[in-house]
T-cell receptor, first 110, second 111 residues
Framework: AQSVTQLDSQVPVFEEAPVELRCNYS??????LFWYVQYPNQGLQLLLKYLSGSTLVKGINGFEAEFNKSQTSFHLRKPSVHISDTAEYFCAANTDKLIFGTGTRLQVFP | KAGVTQTPRYLIKTRGQQVTLSCSPISGHRSVSWYQQTPGQGLQFLFEYFSETQRNKGNFPGRFSGRQFSNSRSEMNVSTLELGDSALYLC??????????FGSGTRLTVV
């Protein structure tokens, strides 16, 4: 069965510091992988996606993620965060339906 | 290009009532999926419709149902509402599953 695990429920970080949000997936078949961001009282916004090809995927707002098939991971990174990056981040995998991780709350402090 | 539109944004209902939520997908997208988001259970898949047919279904009771019209607009219905149905209901449209665009959601409160 397909599943997505986000190991960190909360990640506090100071402004301009780098950040990594971890995501692992399990699937017996090829998957498409996604990262979404959710701001308070809003829907989900797509940050980036991996369908195939280059394992390093660049997204919006300076985020990038690396697909690692051997470690079944798809970690999200940003070299320098801003206060405005404070939000909930969801990793998701799609085979026949989109399955989400439990989310990581990124809190950026000044 | 208009995004995914969900109506209404907020809804308050009483236990035992039923409710219908609406979702208009991005023009050209034939797949519409519904998700329930709660603090305790996170984001859970309800069902997916493609070209008016339910293509996939999550593990929700039969009180949760949906349909899709010929213009790809979708509705979701919940009958005999329970307090635990209070949640943010999100709709997403997709072009053949290669990326899902979400609406802003409908916040349902059952009292």
């Amino acid at each position: 069965a397909q599943s997505v695990t986000q190991l960190d429920s909360q990640v506090p970080v100071f402004e301009e510091a780098p950040v990594e949000l971890r995501c692992n997936y399990s699937s017996s078949v090829s998957v498409y992988l996604f990262w979404y961001v959710q701001y308070p009282n809003q829907g989900l916004q797509l940050l980036l996606k991996y369908l195939s090809g280059s394992t390093l995927v660049k997204g919006i707002n300076g985020f990038e993620a690396e697909f690692n098939k051997s470690q079944t991971s798809f970690h999200l990174r940003k070299p320098s965060v801003h206060i405005s990056d404070t939000a909930e981040y969801f990793c998701a995998a799609n085979t026949d339906k989109l399955i989400f991780g439990t989310g990581t709350r990124l809190q950026v402090f000044p | 290009k208009a995004g995914v539109t969900q109506t209404p944004r907020y809804l308050i209902k009483t236990r035992g009532q039923q409710v219908t939520l609406s979702c208009s997908p991005i023009s050209g997208h034939r797949s519409v999926s519904w998700y329930q988001q709660t603090p305790g259970q996170g984001l859970q898949f309800l069902f997916e419709y493609f070209s008016e047919t339910q293509r996939n279904k999550g593990n929700f009771p039969g009180r949760f149902s949906g349909r899709q019209f010929s213009n790809s607009r979708s509705e979701m219905n919940v009958s005999t509402l329970e307090l635990g149905d209070s949640a943010l209901y999100l709709c997403a449209s997709s072009l053949e599953g290669y990326g899902y665009t979400f609406g802003s959601g409908t916040r349902l409160t059952v009292v």
